[in-house]
């Protein structure tokens, strides 16, 4: 299976989710792996529950899926906590147990890692945001990849030898201008990878964000993907949560 796309931080935007899953498709990938916050924040968190687990793909536990179950104990912050509360209460008890299982991390057929935050401590959700900080990961990370979300930005940080690297403008250049980016996989190199997010974009860039990784051509592909935002930002408003919810979506911050 050389062409797998890498979905993270769906956070129950339908309309974003089935856009994407439309150009995985088109982009001839054999499966898709989820690295989690399938639910939280917009809209359809029963629908996109539904859609990822039909693929049967793997998925690993995000903190929004986490705090959908565990009633408070993970720390947000007021808005999330607001659609964390109204998520809770839109889910069955079947749903909320499907999300209680999921694992935190997750090594996919031998070849890369999966994981919501930061291998150092899955279950602490620290964020990643630049190579210092992802220094402390990679003494964790045990396969030449791991793919992983949470912030919202997608993010290369490269290890070559001692030194943690973050790839910048490299990727983000020609992701916001064509809106795709292709980063060649270096041997001896170990990568720790974002792959963006699919249902709220934070990059100031309010398309839809996903990663192709082609185990044969070494190389991992991003994309931004345009979807119907507006129907997306006022659905949210229509359920009733926040309005800034809502805002956000049209400006991906
Ligand atoms: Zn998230």
New binding site residues.
């Given amino acids: 299976m050389p062409r797998t796309a890498i979905i993270?931080?769906i956070?129950a935007n339908l309309h974003a989710l089935c856009a994407v899953i439309e150009d995985v498709q088109a982009c001839q990938c054999a499966d898709v792996v989820c690295l989690?916050?399938v639910v939280?924040?917009n809209a359809y968190p029963h629908e996109c529950l539904d859609y990822i687990r039909s693929l049967g793909c793997p998925v690993v536990k995000?903190?929004?899926d986490a705090e959908a179950v565990s009633d408070g104990r993970v720390a947000m912050n007021p808005l999330a906590r607001a659609a964390a509360e109204w998520t809770r209460a839109q889910l069955s008890a079947e749903e909320l147990q499907w999300l209680a299982r999921l694992p935190y991390q997750r090594i996919v057929r031998s070849s890369f890692t999966m994981v919501h935050a930061s291998l150092e401590q899955p279950m602490a959700w620290n964020y990643i945001f630049n190579a210092n900080d992802a220094s402390s990961s990679f003494t964790r990370q045990f396969s030449p990849l791991c793919f992983h979300?949470?912030t919202?930005v997608p993010k290369v940080f490269y290890r070559d030898g001692a030194h943690v690297q973050d790839m910048g403008a490299e990727l983000s250049a020609p992701l916001a201008q064509e809106g795709m980016a292709e980063v060649a996989l270096q041997e001896g190199y170990k990568y720790f990878i974002n792959v963006g997010?699919v249902g709220?974009p934070r990059d100031g860039d309010p398309r839809a964000c996903y990663a192709i990784y082609d185990s044969d051509a070494r190389c991992v592909h991003f994309r931004r993907v345009p979807y119907d935002i507006a129907a997306a930002s006022e659905a949210v408003l229509a359920a009733g949560l926040p309005d800034r919810l809502a805002q956000r979506l049209l400006t991906g911050v």
Avoid: K, T
């Fill in positions: 993270s931080d956070h989690g916050d939280g924040y995000g903190n929004h979300g949470h919202h997010s709220q």
